[in-house]
């Protein structure tokens, strides 16, 4: 039994560590990449489930297609949030502190409209596959957690190689290193970081959807995943995507498994005390340059 009940956990973190990739993956982006600390970041990700809600409700859609359709719409937004950062704060070198406000701004806002709109109730989403269960002898898998694993493995590993083989892709990679570097290769960092963020919140479509197949969702959940996300980007190295993946499934897998065998309330401090202690022998992260 105890041998059955790991192993299922081990199999349960690594869905939801794909998962937290998702959830991640913008905020590798904006952080390690940018330097901007989009501390709003899961806040977006709660729009887009209340946007896929919003059309499976309505429209009956499955909610996976939803967060693909509203993909370059969540683009555009981002791009403009950028453009409206970058004269506000990036271009004046106030984007520290003003910066860090501005996105718990946009935060707060964001779950007050929320609120307003559609009460604290949780809210759902309607698919065929959610409720299954797949069995492999005494592994079981939900579809509910195999579906947006698979779709978040789709996403990165398609940011993944938009980053590493186009050349906006590497010069997003190369903005934060060396801006004149860029600048003479006949790139401008200020499109170049647009773009970025534009990739960043566009990603955050895709896992506000899988986000509420996985369970239902209400307005401040957004909250549970401030610190999580920020400490995979850390504790996988700023900027690696490589190292963003590795982090979210060792999060996923330690807290699958000791919320198994000692309770959920204590999963959350076992994750930390694993970004703890890797910053401590090795403070650049997982994958990250000395």
Not at 23 to 49: C, E, R
Not at 109 to 132: F, N, P, Q
Not at 209 to 222: Q, R, T
Request: aromatic residues 14%; proline residues 4%.
């Amino acid at each position: 039994m105890g041998l059955e009940l790991f192993l299922n956990a081990v199999v349960a973190g690594i869905l939801l560590g794909g998962f937290y990739a998702a959830v991640a993956l913008g905020l590798s982006i904006t952080f390690g990449q940018l330097d901007i600390v989009n501390i709003a970041h899961p806040a977006f990700v709660i729009i887009g489930s209340y946007t896929a809600f919003i059309m499976n409700e309505h429209f009956g859609l499955d909610p996976l297609l939803i967060g693909v359709l509203f993909t370059p719409i969540f683009f555009i937004f981002g791009m403009g949030l950028y453009r409206f950062y970058y004269v506000s704060f990036e271009r004046t070198g106030q984007e520290s502190l003003s910066g860090l406000a501005f996105f718990f701004g946009i935060m707060f806002i964001i779950e007050v409209i929320l609120i307003l709109a559609y009460g604290v109730d949780y809210r759902l989403v309607e698919a065929d596959y959610i409720g299954e269960t797949i069995h492999f002898g005494f592994i079981s898998i939900p579809f509910r957690m195999l579906v947006p694993f698979l779709a978040a493995a789709g996403m990165t590993g398609a940011v993944y190689l938009y980053l590493s083989k186009t050349f906006t892709g590497r010069a997003i990679l190369a903005v934060a290193q060396d801006r004149l570097a860029l600048q003479l290769m006949g790139a401008d960092p200020v499109k170049i970081k647009q773009i970025a963020l534009g990739i960043a919140i566009a990603t955050t479509a895709i896992a506000g959807a899988l986000l509420i197949i996985i369970g239902p969702v209400e307005p401040s959940v957004g909250r549970l995943y401030i610190g999580r996300v920020f400490a995979i980007v850390i504790l996988g190295g700023m900027g690696s995507i490589s190292g963003t993946i590795t982090a979210a499934l060792m999060i996923g897998i330690v807290e699958s498994i000791v919320a198994t065998f000692y309770g959920p309330s204590w999963a959350p401090a076992v994750g930390f005390s694993i970004l703890l202690l890797t910053l401590a022998f090795r403070p650049q992260g997982l994958f990250g340059r000395a």
